[in-house]
């Protein structure tokens, strides 16, 4: 079993019947739709789906999860997600796949939020990992420069065929801050940017972060209680 499987399955341990479950976006979501898709069939668990990105509702139909409209929920019992950088706070970067903004807005109408990654994905400092901001296709060089006076090098995600766009038909602008002193400071500052519509910080949002080791250990690391 590889590393992100790992971690995925010891989440999807946390589903009870009759919860409505948050679905992340990612390589190692993708383990956790697949083991929920699993636990379905095999133990007849009993649950709905709402889905963070069009690549993981296709996924889930694919496995026959049933998906439940936004439109008729009020909140969401469990989110299980990736992240590409966790630091010691539990501090997340989000957004490598560009559905940080979906991702942000099931994480923060969930009960628990569970994030699963491998442990390369743990930091002293969050920065190294370029900080994904979605952005609105309009003016988006102006917003890229706002972007960069905050002391980033920004440029737009391509994809094979122009520039990348995401669910929401925004761009994502790739910001490299190096190591970022005050990640909740930064998030506010880049969000007060006229232009930019969510940044890939979720501060203070993980209920628990399920890390995966090569030695086929898992670590459970919950927030500091102040
Ligand atoms: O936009 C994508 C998400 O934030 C992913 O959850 C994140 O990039 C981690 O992805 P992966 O599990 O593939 O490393």
């Given amino acids: 079993m590889n590393v992100k499987q790992l971690a995925a399955e010891k989440a999807v341990q946390l589903v009870q019947d009759g919860m409505l479950i948050g679905l992340g976006t990612g390589t190692t979501a993708y383990w956790a739709i697949l083991k929920l898709a699993q636990r379905m069939k095999l133990e007849g668990l009993d649950i709905k789906a709402v889905a963070s990105s069009k690549q993981s509702e296709d996924l889930a139909a694919e496995y026959g999860i049933p998906l439940v409209p936004l439109a008729e929920i009020t909140a969401i019992d469990l989110t299980i997600d990736g992240a590409d950088e966790v630091d010691g706070e539990l501090h997340l970067i989000k957004g490598g796949g560009g559905a940080l903004l ?109 890390v995966g080791f090569n030695t086929g250990e898992t670590e459970i690391l919950a927030p500091v209680k102040r």
Avoid: W
Avoid at 114 to 120: H, K, L, N, R
Avoid at 185 to 196: K, R
């Fill in 102 to 210: 979906r991702e942000k807005i099931l994480a923060a109408h969930s009960k628990t939020f569970i994030v699963i990654v491998d442990e390369s994905k743990k930091v002293s400092q969050l920065g190294h990992f370029p900080l994904p901001v979605e952005v609105v296709p309009f003016a988006s060089n102006l917003t890229l420069q706002k972007l960069r006076e905050l002391g980033c090098t920004a440029e737009l995600r391509a994809s094979a065929d122009g520039i990348f766009v995401t669910d929401n038909g925004n761009y994502i602008a790739d910001c490299r801050f190096g190591k970022i002193a005050s990640p909740s400071e930064l998030h506010e500052q880049l969000n007060a940017i006229p232009g930019v519509v969510e940044n890939g910080l979720f501060i203070s949002m993980a209920s628990q972060v399920i």
